[in-house]
């Protein structure tokens, strides 16, 4: 009985640290993606540059 209590509290720890180390992780891809720069990039975030691209690109054609 014990040895269930104690994995069960393992268990719940560790789903606690998965769940904070998943909402820094989400936090650092937005800083990354959004806010930013990049000189690679003309001095603008990844997520602008992806903007450009998408904007600019042909739209597919599709086989009739």
């Known amino acids: 009985r014990e040895l269930a209590a104690a994995s069960e509290g ?3 720890g ?3 640290r998965l769940e904070t180390a998943a909402t820094a992780l989400r936090g650092w891809e937005r800083t990354y993606n959004h806010e930013r720069f990049s000189m690679a990039l003309g001095g603008r975030t990844p997520s602008e540059k ?4 998408v904007s600019t690109s042909p739209s597919p054609t ?3």
């Not at 992806?50 to 691209?53: D, G, K």
């Open 14 to 16: 560790h789903a606690r």
């Open 62 to 64: 599709v086989a009739a």
């Open 10 to 12: 393992f268990r719940a």
């Open 50 to 53: 992806l903007a450009t691209v």
